[in-house]
Structure formats: structure tokens, C-alpha cells
T-cell receptor, first 113, second 115 residues
Framework: QQPVQSPQAVILREGEDAVINCSSSKALYSVHWYRQKHGEAPVFLMILLKGGEQKGHEKISASFNEKKQQSSLYLTASQLSYSGTYFCGTERSFDNYGQNFVFGPGTRLSVLP | ETGVTQTPRHLVMGMTNKKSLKCEQHLGHNAMYWYKQSAKKPLELMFVYSLEERVENNSVPSRFSPECPNSSHLFLHLHTLQPEDSALYLC??????????????FGSGTQLSVL
């Protein structure tokens, strides 16, 4: 039930681009993205809903392919501040509060100067 | 500052101790959550409270006992823990106790070590 994230880790130079993928074996209603910097709280980035448009946050955008049951997070012209672990959370239905929302294992992103 | 404050930041306890984790949210939210984050596991939902009523207990052992006295405060009472319970415990809140799992606001967590 837990979504799969790839890659597990990625190292970039400042200014480079990266893509993080999140996929599920189950049909999805929504995908949520969070970023957690070392020693800090996870911070919400965006939610993508079934049938919704591609979202953006600063130079980070994401898409949701309902047919493929996956979402991709695009980090463009990465900055040092983008370093952290990115989690996707997937929601399989509109109801059963909490039971259908599961986080992925995370992708550790390191941006080097 | 995310509006969700957790204390203490670090806690070391023996297996026979009783301790409590505290969470306070200053956002006027109506739902609060406890999550467990272990080193090599994803974020695991433990408990959900909606308007001070527990709506979710995700098969958590009884040695973890939550308490939500009002919509701003959430506690996690700990007793007779095991070393495998060592983890980062995160509190979160969200706006409405509706059926759509909403945007979560997390606290910085309590790093718990059980000896």
C-alpha cells in the first residue's frame, strides 16, 4: 500500500534539474508532496488531485498521471535550499479519514555548490 | 516556525519509565495527529484526533496512550517502552476534520531514545 519513490537519493550541483517519482499499485485520489530538512519538521509543498492541473511551488512543480498512478516532482535550477528529504503521500479514496493516506519512504536530495 | 510546537525536543528514558510528549498548535486547527518516524521506515500514522475525539488508532501498542484535552493540545503518554520504540515522534495538525486528508502542519518532533 505504501507508495514507491525513486530514486532513493540524488546528488546535484546547484543549478541542475532533478525529477523525483512516486508511484502506487492502487488507484489514487490525490498525491501530496512534503520536504523535510535535516533536524526540521516536514513542510507541505503541494497537493495534486485527480483530474487537477499541474502545480507549482517556487521552481518546484509536479504532475499527477492518474492512469499510471504516479506523480513526478520536478526541481528546476536547484538551489542549496532544496536539499532535504522529499516525501510523497498518497490518498486512495475520498473517505475513511486517515486510513487511506500513506507516506512513501522518501528521496534524499543533496544540492552541492 | 510552523505553528506547531513540540516538547521536549529530546527524551531519553528507560524501559520502566513513564513520560509524556506534548504538542501544542497555534493555528486554530481542528484535527491533530501523532506520527512515528524511524530511521529506515516511512512516516507512520499513529493516532488522529478530530475535534478532540479520537478517530483513528492505527494498531498502535497500548504502551502508547494519546490524550487530547482540547483542540490545541495533544499528548502522547509513554510507559514500559521497548528499545525499538526509539524514533522521532512528530505531531501535526490540519484545518478541518473533514474526510479529505488535508495539508498537514508538522512540529519539529521529539527524538526519543529508549534504553
Amino acid at each position: 500500500q505504501q507508495p514507491v519513490q525513486s530514486p532513493q537519493a540524488v546528488i546535484l550541483r546547484e543549478g541542475e534539474d532533478a525529477v523525483i517519482n512516486c508511484s502506487s499499485s492502487k488507484a489514487l485520489y490525490s498525491v501530496h508532496w512534503y520536504r523535510q530538512k535535516h533536524g526540521e519538521a516536514p513542510v507541505f509543498l503541494m497537493i495534486l488531485l485527480k483530474g487537477g492541473e499541474q502545480k507549482g511551488h517556487e521552481k518546484i512543480s509536479a504532475s499527477f498521471n492518474e492512469k499510471k498512478q504516479q506523480s513526478s516532482l520536478y526541481l528546476t535550477a536547484s538551489q542549496l535550499s532544496y536539499s532535504g528529504t522529499y516525501f510523497c503521500g498518497t490518498e486512495r479514496s475520498f473517505d475513511n479519514y486517515g486510513q487511506n493516506f500513506v507516506f512513501g519512504p522518501g528521496t534524499r536530495l543533496s544540492v552541492l555548490p | 516556525e510552523t505553528g506547531v510546537t513540540q516538547t521536549p525536543r529530546h527524551l531519553v528514558m528507560g524501559m520502566t519509565n513513564k513520560k509524556s510528549l506534548k504538542c501544542e498548535q497555534h493555528l486554530g486547527h481542528n484535527a491533530m495527529y501523532w506520527y512515528k518516524q524511524s530511521a529506515k521506515k516511512p512516516l507512520e500514522l499513529m493516532f488522529v484526533y478530530s475535534l478532540e475525539e479520537r478517530v483513528e488508532n492505527n494498531s498502535v501498542p497500548s504502551r502508547f496512550s494519546p490524550e487530547c484535552p482540547n483542540s490545541s493540545h495533544l499528548f502522547l503518554h509513554l510507559h514500559t517502552l521497548q528499545p525499538e520504540d526509539s524514533a522521532l515522534y512528530l505531531c501535526a495538525s490540519s484545518q478541518d476534520p473533514g474526510q479529505v486528508f488535508e495539508k498537514l502542519f508538522f512540529g519539529s518532533g521529539t527524538q526519543l531514545s529508549v534504553l
